[in-house]
C-alpha cells in the first residue's frame, strides 16, 4: 500500500493507493499551513481507505520545486515515515506529476508546458512532449521571460494569464496521480530532497562582521 503526498504549493495533497487503485485521497481545506495539516490528513485519509501506518510498504513525496517551508514540511514527514516504518520513499518532480495527468486525461494532445507558482511574481516552468516526459530543464524566472503560446498546465498560466494565455489542464498536484507516475514509472525518481531552483529565504546567518 503506497501513501503520496504533495506539498509544493499552496494547498497539500494526500492519498492512499493499493495496486494502482486510490483508496482515498485529501485535498488540504486552508492553504499555507502545512505544517499543522500534513499530521491529520495522513490520518484521515488512511481511516478513509481502512489501513494503519502499518500497512504502507511505500512512502511517494513530491521533491518540488516549490516554496522552501512548505516543500521541507512534506520531505521530511515523508523520510520520517520512511525511517520510522522501514519502508522505501520515493520522489518525483512536482512539475512532472502534473504533465503525467495532463497527459493521461487528454488535457494535451501535443508539446506543452508546465508552469507553477514560485512566489516572488516568478514561476517555475518545464517544457513536456505530448505523452507527459519532461524535454527541458527545470528553471524558475519571471513570467514575461518564459512567456510562450503552448498549451500551458498549472497553476502560472492562472497567475499570468498575459504571459500564458493557453491555459489547460490541472493547476495543482494530486496525490493520486503522484502515485500513478510513480507505479507507472512515469517520471524520474529522485532522491527525498527538496528541488528549490533558488536558495531559501531562510538562512542560517554568516558569522558578524568585526566592529570596526
Known amino acids: 500500500m503506497l501513501l503520496a503526498l504533495d506539498s509544493a504549493s499552496a494547498t497539500l495533497s494526500v492519498a492512499v493507493l493499493e495496486d494502482d487503485e486510490v483508496r482515498a ?31 504502507l510498504t511505500a512512502v511517494a513525496v513530491g521533491a518540488g520545486p516549490g516554496p522552501y517551508t512548505g516543500l521541507r514540511v512534506g520531505l521530511v514527514t515523508a523520510r520520517t515515515l520512511g525511517a520510522v516504518l522501514e519502508i522505501p520513499v520515493y520522489a518525483v518532480c512536482s512539475l512532472d506529476v502534473l504533465a503525467v495527468e495532463a497527459a493521461d486525461t487528454g488535457a494535451v494532445d501535443g508539446p506543452f508546458v508546465v508552469a507553477t507558482d514560485a512566489r516572488r511574481k516568478e514561476v517555475f516552468r518545464a517544457a513536456y512532449d505530448e505523452t507527459g516526459a519532461r524535454t527541458s530543464e527545470l528553471v524558475v524566472d519571471r ?54 531552483l533558488r536558495r531559501p529565504d531562510a538562512e542560517v546567518p554568516g558569522t558578524p562582521k568585526p566592529v570596526g
Open 25 to 55: 485521497e485529501l485535498v488540504s481545506p486552508e492553504s499555507m499551513r502545512h505544517g499543522e495539516q500534513l499530521a491529520p490528513m495522513i490520518g484521515e485519509v488512511l481511516a478513509r481507505a481502512g489501513a494503519t501506518r502499518r500497512d
Open 143 to 196: 513570467p514575461a521571460a518564459l512567456a510562450t503560446d503552448a498549451p500551458v498546465v498549472g497553476e502560472g498560466a492562472v497567475l499570468y494569464p498575459d504571459a500564458f494565455p493557453r491555459a489547460v489542464g490541472p493547476t495543482r498536484v494530486s496525490a493520486a496521480w503522484l502515485g500513478h507516475t510513480l507505479t507507472g514509472e512515469r517520471a524520474e525518481l529522485l532522491d527525498p530532497e527538496p528541488l528549490y
